[in-house]
């Protein structure tokens, strides 16, 4: 979130799309409330389906799974053509006045630089014309044709009403009333939030998906104000520290860069990672990269990370290839793997297509299960019946299955979607020999060591000289790896104050610097509890701490004007009076420059505004488009249907003939949370199995009819990659949806079934997604892939 | 709270000396505000919680709503409506446990004394100590709150809390609810806030917003503000709920007559013990009920 | 008392209660609520581990940290002062406290061994060394040092990591650490999902 939770309650215009608050993050929709109630706000909610969000929604549209582009292309078209726009905002804050090179085209659905072969684009093209100086061009008065404000306009010309309509299902008057409540909000003294969730990632196109709304946003001048900002809820309550964290196939921590085979030695890393300014003036603040990452070496290999040896630079691994897990997956399906460490995860309920991922787990010779809970995942390898169906016999991978600590029984901080990183204390003993997961991993890392030890092997100095130093190394306490991750500096000892006193040097060491400030030698921030709200804005300086910097709103400098006056004197969050700036919340620039040298609020930029063109940082394109999900219900795309689906998705060898077509597979099938349940977490408890019992499917009254299917009978779903049972839902909540000509059904289908839990056996949705993800994120297209559906006798 | 804090007391028809005359003990109310939940069942969880109740796992049974009724292992229920109206789809939610009326069914119909009493907070409690089981408390009331349980066969529902209202806390249904749709408070306070909120409600088109706080029951102790006061019945909720004739009959006329009836059968019941002996199962048989219910979902663990 | 007795007993009960059922007793205890369940507790402050809201807990836990005595928790609800729920949970915070006690928790280390049907107890240290013994086997056969342009790649693709995000950032740069100076490179979360 760009914003925080609380400050949902300042906005006038909230909208639900692409997540479902209500269930998904009810605390949260809390806030929604608050703001209904007490700030007059409007709630949109769209979606395909008629949830618990919608239940309060002052405007609801169904849209059909897998069209939100389309949708909100189409949004940005009525904003523009009815000049609902916020132009002062739009000039000073976005690129809509930089000119973008000749050579850039679209054309039929495909930018410029598309190679049919590998299915990949060559970005080149999709950057700003440069001067002399390698800045960027701009044309204030937006004549220049190619300014982004003119492609842009002529980019969504085509997603009139009528387009929309045909492509999402949604009617034209539904359409209507949401586009005229959101683009109510593009005066000073109005603003939107857009709240979403794995409703808009879940999809081969989710970042465009996501890209589109912040387009609108900055286009209305929501970023960066009271009430508005893009607000991705973040699914499990420390997702974003693990993020943060770095815990992904290219990330290290604080989003620096895991090398790749490019990064042939550490100066062309920290050549090919430090941004220069494309603009002049900038802040650029990504050109500190090299204190960030060198700090960060020394909190990995401490002593042994020295100017001569790069800071160990070449003990960290380089990727040649992106190893999410849907690709490793992949390998340990056709035999290239040998092991898997799975801490917390239930993989086999979790990920898509239920029946590769048993295969997969099956070829590994070991799989290492942490795990608070009896997980399906660690028993893959076991009988039950014909929700896991395997022989024992022929399964050769050894399991071990370590117990874990969870929350209550762990000290340390978790970091809420907010950026809060909010320290928590122990409550009791966990049950038999738990242990924390840094202890377990301290424990066989020790013991490796030991073995590099005794008896050599393959390269074994990164083992030796990663920094373990801890009190008792065998479990590094919550407290020490907390203050490592603030950083200190190495002479003196003393905890830094915040990130701007790193060095390059190697005289600093700091785990994470987007943390730093979180322990200072002032002690423990994120384990303050004042929670004080002097400005009755919702920020709460003294409770525990945001990263970064303690800053609670995001790109806060955009929420006054060029001369550091508020947009909305209602909204102050900074103000520039008297020779300097005072106000609410920790500023998002340098709050020792005047106004108008700070007047670049997104400083992570090299050219330090938003943008509508996205340059070459998504796989697809620098504007998003319509494109259908993998498994299309209507086999077709109504704007160019030469280009039907993401042309730039990744194909791993043999998913291709893994996907169904709307012959065989007529139904649009989207899962989700529901209110009641967590994953597959909160199946093994017992107050949450009995509100919510057993899985199901919902299915509309239509094609209830048209099936012979009553409300609660047994039916049977099945996808190109498997089948299961499951009991109906039949309900009005879902709708019949009239696309291109013809009535797209959607099916419901919860994702909390398990066989091995407290609720009734059932199967997982799983069984029936398919590992097809979006081009950047490689998430699994999980909210829209197609399935049949007939009565069935049941289990 | 004390036995001082008693107003009413079933199985008799003398009143305690009202705590109020000594202490000033306002009448509290919970607000439920329809228009404000969002049906998540927080309030049903938290009550489990609270009062150490865990209903059977069950079933899906087409409906949201789960467990499917209220038991005696479960006293807050969510309910779940769904229909169009003009063409418009509605989703309504009803917080479903006892009303705690003014004047309550339930303890007028209990001929057992004390079994089920009002406090002057104006809450209706049920004293399982007493509680002998008859069931005429879950016949009674036009909300069919109560419920018996299959195990000790003594009838258990809502207590607004009482242990945690008597030392000033909210019922931990109230506590726990995300979007403000539960409110607790002094009767005059809630009134005066629903009045406000339907208000508000009325100014943003819902025309037959209103209140229900049913007079035929005295009023409740759970007041709820609806969208249509005039459709209580698409909540799930009795139009116009009162004690039925036959149980004020009961109380008056019948019950003193029958108490005679009563001793005759407990004496012919220990003269049956005495003489005949034992019709009891054996002791060492399992419960009749297993509350814990969930044999096929453990058979395969370890 | 023999069982004869005890019905005996329990016969009398009955009467007694049923005359006082009809008022025919003298006046008797009224009731009273029970007992505040948090009396002595202790109150530990925690932040739910579901999603991402961040909504601060209040754990109750009966038992010291004495000698002989272990804390259990027997409640958990939410804290009023954390601004962000206010007090307020959700249905699965509300809860949580049959998650932290469920009948599903793993106890303690637990091998299945190729081809076989069941769990075999194990100690720590045997997990430890066998689990590391698998590790550097696999490392040294299959870490990739060099790519084919003769760049220092460091690379061990033969084995992965599903990481958690449940786990404290501690926990988390504690496994970063871990996977990155073994040179795993096929790390991911449940972020992607």
């Not at chain 1, 609801?60 to 002062?88: C, K, M, W």
């Not at chain 1, 194909?651 to 009641?676: A, Q, R």
């Not at chain 2, 004390?2 to 000396?17: C, F, K, W």
Request: hydrophobic share 35%; charged share 20%; net charge negative.
């Amino acid at each position: 979130m760009t914003n925080h939770w609380i400050d949902i309650k300042n906005t006038n215009v909230a909208i639900i799309m692409g997540g479902n608050a209500a269930e998904a993050h009810p605390v949260g929709f809390g806030w929604v409330s608050e703001a209904m109630q007490h700030n007059d706000a409007k709630l949109v909610v769209v979606d395909p389906r008629f949830t618990r969000s919608a239940s309060l929604a002052d405007v609801y549209a169904p849209l059909r799974s897998g069209t939100d582009i389309a949708f909100l292309l189409g949004v940005i078209r009525y904003l523009i053509e009815t000049d609902q726009v916020n132009h002062d905002y739009v000039k000073a804050y976005t690129n809509a006045s930089f000119i973008v090179r000749e050579d850039f085209e679209f054309n039929d659905g495909l930018f410029s630089g598309f190679d049919e072969e590998t299915g990949t684009y060559n970005k080149e093209s999709w950057f700003y014309e440069l001067d002399g100086e390698g800045f960027a061009k701009v044309d204030p008065s937006y004549q220049h044709p190619r300014c982004v404000w003119n492609l842009l306009k002529k980019h969504v010309d085509r997603y009139d009403f009528d387009t929309v309509s045909n492509i999402t299902g949604t009617k034209v008057e539904d359409y209507q009333a949401v586009c005229e409540v959101i683009g109510s909000t593009h005066t000073h003294d109005r603003v939107a939030t857009f709240m979403y969730a794995l409703g808009w990632t879940h999809h081969t196109k989710g970042a465009q998906n996501i890209r589109s709304m912040a387009m609108i946003q900055l286009l209305l001048g929501n970023i960066g104000v009271l009430g508005g900002g893009v607000n991705a809820l973040r699914g499990h309550s420390n997702v974003q520290g693990a993020t943060d964290m770095g815990l992904l196939c290219q990330g290290l921590p604080g989003y620096l860069k895991l090398p790749n085979d490019n990064d042939v030695n550490l100066e062309t890393y920290l050549r090919n990672y430090t941004p220069v300014p494309l603009r002049p003036g900038q802040t650029n603040y990504w050109q500190h990269y090299p204190k960030f990452f060198v700090s960060q070496m020394k909190s990995f290999w401490g002593k042994y990370a020295t100017k001569e040896n790069d800071f160990g630079y070449d003990w960290l691994p380089k990727w040649d290839l992106q190893y999410d897990y849907t690709k490793h997956l992949d390998m340990m399906y056709h035999g290239q793997v040998n092991g898997l460490f799975v801490q917390g995860v239930n993989c086999i309920n979790s990920q898509p297509n239920r029946n590769k991922v048993l295969k997969a787990l099956s070829n590994l010779k070991y799989l290492v299960v942490l795990d608070p809970l009896a997980t399906e995942t660690a028993t893959f390898w076991q009988h039950a019946d014909q929700f896991n169906e395997v022989n024992p016999a022929s399964i050769q991978t050894e399991v071990f299955r370590l117990p874990t600590t969870l929350f209550a029984e762990e000290e340390g901080c978790i970091v809420n979607s907010g950026r809060w990183m909010q320290w928590h204390w122990k409550g009791a003993n966990p049950p038999g020999e738990s242990k924390p997961d840094a202890e377990i991993l301290s424990g066989i890392m020790l013991t490796l060591k030991q073995m590099y030890k005794d008896e050599g092997g393959k390269l074994p100095e990164p083992i030796e000289a990663i920094k373990w130093d801890y009190h008792t190394p065998s479990f590094p306490h919550g407290e020490e790896v907390a203050k490592e991750l603030n950083g200190k500096d190495i002479a003196t000892g003393r905890q830094l104050d915040n990130f701007t006193q790193l060095k390059d040097d190697g005289s600093t060491e700091c785990g994470c610097w987007i943390y730093s400030g979180c322990w200072t030698e002032a002690g423990n921030m994120m384990a303050r509890r004042d929670n004080h709200d002097p400005s009755g804005k919702g920020i709460t300086p003294g409770w525990a701490f945001a990263w970064p910097m303690n800053r609670r709103v995001l790109y806060n400098r955009a929420s006054c004007d060029v001369n550091g006056k508020p947009w909305d004197p209602k909204r102050m969050i900074l103000e520039y009076t008297d020779g300097h700036w005072h106000g609410i919340d920790v500023g998002d620039f340098n709050m020792k420059l005047p106004p108008q040298e700070s007047a670049h609020p997104f400083m992570m930029q090299p050219e330090g505004v938003g943008r509508f063109f996205a340059l070459k940082m998504l796989a697809e394109g620098p504007f998003p488009e319509h494109y259908e999900p993998m498994e299309s219900p209507i086999g077709t795309n109504p704007l160019h249907p030469n280009v039907v689906s993401n042309p730039a998705v990744r194909m791993l060898p043999g998913v291709k003939e893994t996907l169904g077509s709307n012959k065989e597979f007529p139904y649009v099938c989207t899962t989700y949370s529901m209110t009641e349940h967590f994953n597959y977490w909160s199946t093994h408890c017992r107050l949450a199995a009995i509100s919510m019992p057993e899985t199901f499917v919902e299915i509309d009254e239509v094609l209830a009819r048209d099936k012979g299917i009553n409300n609660g009978d047994w039916v049977r779903i099945s996808s190109k990659r498997g089948a299961m049972e499951t009991k109906a839902l039949v309900t009005q909540r879902l709708q019949p949806l009239k696309v291109n000509g013809q009535w797209v059904h959607t099916i419901g289908l919860p994702r909390h079934g398990s066989h091995n839990a407290l609720i009734r056996k059932s199967f997982t949705c799983n069984v029936l997604t398919t590992e097809v993800g979006d081009a950047n994120t490689q998430t699994p297209e999980y909210k829209a892939f197609l399935v049949n559906i007939e009565k069935a006798k049941g289990i | 709270m004390s036995a001082q804090d008693i107003i009413l007391s079933s199985g008799t028809s003398e009143l305690t000396p009202a705590a109020q005359v000594r202490r000033k003990v306002a009448k509290m109310t919970k607000l439920f505000d329809a228009t404000k939940c969002n049906g998540c069942k927080a309030c049903q969880v938290a009550c489990s919680e609270w009062n150490d109740l865990r209903a059977p796992i069950g079933e899906f049974s087409g409906s949201y709503q789960n467990p499917a009724d209220l038991s005696s292992e479960c006293w807050t229920l969510m309910k779940f409506h769904e229909f169009k109206k003009n063409d418009k789809m509605h989703w309504q939610f009803t917080h479903t446990a006892c009303m705690h009326c003014d004047d309550p069914a339930c303890l007028t119909a209990c001929s057992t004394k004390g079994a089920i009493v009002q406090r002057s907070n104006g809450t209706v409690d049920f004293d399982s100590d007493k509680c002998t089981g008859c069931g005429y408390c879950v016949s009674a009331c036009p909300f069919n709150i109560p419920r018996l349980d299959p195990i000790d066969q003594k009838a258990y529902k809502c207590t607004m809390c009482a242990d945690r209202t008597q030392i000033g806390l909210e019922p931990a249904c109230v506590k726990t609810c995300i979007t403000g749709a539960l409110r607790f408070g002094t009767r005059e306070d809630m009134l005066f806030y629903a009045d406000l909120r339907v208000k508000q409600l009325k100014e943003k088109g819902y025309a037959n917003a209103g209140l229900y706080n049913p007079e035929g029951v005295g009023g409740t102790g759970m007041v709820m503000i609806l969208h249509d006061i005039n459709q209580p019945e698409s909540y799930g909720l009795p139009a116009d709920p009162k004690t039925s004739l036959p149980v004020k009959l009961w109380q008056d006329v019948v019950k003193p007559l029958g108490a005679v009836g009563i001793i005759a059968t407990a004496a012919v019941a220990i003269a049956h013990r005495i003489t005949v002996g034992r019709n009891i199962v054996e002791e060492d048989e399992p419960a009749a009920y297993d509350h814990s219910h969930d044999d096929n979902q453990k058979s395969d663990k370890e | 008392m023999d069982r004869r007795q005890f019905f005996k007993l329990c016969a009398c009960g009955a009467t007694t209660s049923a005359i006082a059922a009809l008022g025919m007793m003298p006046g008797e205890a009224m009731a009273a609520p029970r007992e505040y369940k948090l009396l002595r507790a202790k109150e530990t402050r925690n932040n739910c581990c579901y999603c991402s809201v961040g909504c601060g807990l209040l754990m109750y836990s009966h038992g010291t940290v004495g000698k002989n005595s272990e804390q259990s928790i027997f409640h958990i609800e939410g804290d009023v002062d954390n601004p962000v729920n206010r007090g307020a949970l959700c249905p699965k915070g509300a809860g949580l406290v049959d998650y932290v006690n469920s009948p599903n928790r793993n106890q303690y280390p637990e091998v299945r061994e190729p081809g076989t049907n069941e769990w075999k107890r194990i100690s720590w240290q045997e997990a430890y060394s066998r689990i590391a013994r698998h590790m550097k086997d696999d490392r040294d056969a299959n870490l990739i040092e060099t790519n084919e342009a003769g760049t220092t790649v460091n690379r061990w693709l033969t084995t992965g990591m599903m990481t958690s995000s449940a786990q404290p950032n501690e926990g988390g740069f504690i496994t970063h650490k871990f996977a990155r100076a073994t040179g795993l490179v096929a790390i991911d979360t449940i972020a992607r999902n």
